[in-house]
């Protein structure tokens, strides 16, 4: 074997054992800049350069574009995103289709780091996944209990940093079962898509200790109960829970009428806050 295999293949071997350190992915460009590969080593260290930035900051959105402009130059890079679709995955697509987003977003600092699985697929093989991709967020469907179960207890779903759950149908038994995952030790960034919101399980979602190491939180839903609302779950949500210790939080109009009636009361989360979003149904701000 070459040394130039033994190099790329040692590099390859760090960012899947680190894939939250960017160390050995802009030592693996720089192998690419010896190897001619310049475009592929710009866009590695581009999107590096754009996970350090939000859209707010000088030079985002310039490298924003950079970074789609390249990957637009040069679709053979998405050849591994169809692999792992097919191979893996086994459902064309959806990589591709992750959030709706497009392939743009399927890279995570110049790898492939987002995907949308089946939820029993990943908790039988999430170790191939990730011998393979430097995976850091996935998207599951849990809107049928198998989907539900094969996750409780998934190792898998302990090595996330991101994790996106769409429950639309089945909303009271998504959101119990999100209280009672048993591995979410990285997980920093959660989002929950949710039809309608059941009040009482939202309620123990908020209160749940397991969610302290949020930075962020995304919830788009269309209504809650007919009674008592999301809004009003988040307005008596305690003043020490992971609600307010978060960095970045989008949420629909509905649940940040709870959330300014609650920071009314108490200000002291705000500081900490750097991102707030709203977004989707916007109920008493906007047109029904």
């Keep these: 074997m070459s040394t130039h295999n033994l190099t790329h293949d040692a590099l390859?071997?760090?960012i899947l054992a680190h894939p939250a350190e960017d160390t050995a992915r802009l030592a693996f460009a720089d192998l690419l800049d010896e190897q001619g590969e310049n475009a592929?080593?710009?866009f590695i260290r581009t999107q590096i350069r754009l996970a350090t930035l939000n859209e707010w900051d000088e030079g985002y959105t310039a490298t924003d574009v950079r970074c789609r402009r390249l990957l637009a130059e040069h679709p053979e890079w998405l050849d591994r995103v169809k692999v792992l679709n097919g191979d893996l995955?086994?459902?064309?697509?959806?990589l591709d289709r992750h959030i709706g987003c497009g392939p743009h977003s399927v890279f995570v600092r110049g790898f492939p780091g987002v995907v949308a699985a089946q939820a029993e697929w990943f908790a039988d093989s999430y170790s191939e996944l990730f011998?393979?991709?430097?995976?850091?967020?996935?998207?599951f469907a849990m809107d049928c209990p198998s989907r539900r179960e094969a996750l409780l207890d998934c190792p898998g779903v302990g090595r996330l940093r991101g994790l996106?759950?769409?429950?639309?149908?089945?909303e009271r038994e998504g959101w119990d079962a999100l209280v009672h995952f048993r591995h979410?030790?990285?997980?920093?960034?959660l989002e929950v898509y949710s039809e309608a919101i059941v009040t009482d399980t939202f309620q123990t979602f908020l209160?749940?200790?397991?969610?302290?190491?949020?930075?962020s939180f995304s919830l788009t839903s269309d209504c809650g109960d007919a009674g008592r609302r999301p809004a009003d779950a988040i307005r008596e949500s305690d003043r020490n829970g992971w609600l307010f210790g978060l960095r970045d939080l989008a949420l629909d109009g509905s649940e940040f009428e709870g959330l300014t009636q609650r920071l009314a009361r108490d200000s002291g989360w705000v500081p900490r806050l750097t991102r707030l979003?709203?977004?989707?149904?916007?109920?008493?701000y906007g047109p029904g």
């Design 207 to 215: 209160e749940s200790p397991k969610f302290t190491g949020l930075e």
């Design 131 to 139: 011998s393979q991709f430097p995976i850091e967020a996935v998207g």
């Design 40 to 42: 592929r080593a710009e």
């Design 277 to 284: 979003q709203l977004r989707g149904y916007l109920g008493e």
């Design 164 to 170: 996106g759950i769409s429950m639309w149908g089945d």
């Design 12 to 14: 390859n071997a760090e």
């Design 184 to 189: 979410l030790e990285r997980l920093e960034r």
């Design 89 to 94: 995955l086994k459902s064309c697509g959806s």
